[in-house]
Nanobody, 121 residues
């Protein structure tokens, strides 16, 4: 029984900033990879950023230098700090995590419900 709870989305002007939060909770033995994906209208869901359990990070080329992923292992929380936002960043952002449940076993992938980010004047 694992849930990912997201917050922090909203409406922001171009050049502005938002910070997204996602906390994993439930019967968790270990949270491995955590990440953010996004899906814009009419487009496929795409990777924004991933961070593994030891802090190795992958970013989509389109967000490098503007968006920063981080995590708090003690809180099983992943963050996405979004700066210098552009209209093309408008999308539903989904939290994603690979979780080993209690008792220890196989890893399962979980998704958050999605949070809307709109970048517009």
């Amino acid at each position: 029984q694992v849930q990912l709870v997201e917050s922090g989305g909203g409406l922001v002007q171009p050049g502005g900033s938002l910070r997204l939060y996602c906390a994993a909770s439930g019967s968790i033995f270990r949270v491995n990879r955590m990440g953010w994906y996004r899906q814009a209208p009419g487009k496929q869901r795409e990777l924004v950023a991933n961070i593994n359990s030891v802090g190795n990070i992958d970013y989509a080329d389109s967000v490098k230098g503007r968006l920063t992923i981080s995590r708090d292992n003690a809180e099983n929380t992943v963050y996405l700090q979004m700066n210098s936002l552009k209209p093309e960043d408008t999308a539903v952002y989904y939290c994603n995590a690979g979780v080993v449940r209690i008792p220890q076993g196989s890893e399962y992938t979980y998704w958050g419900q999605g949070t809307q980010v709109t970048v517009s004047s």
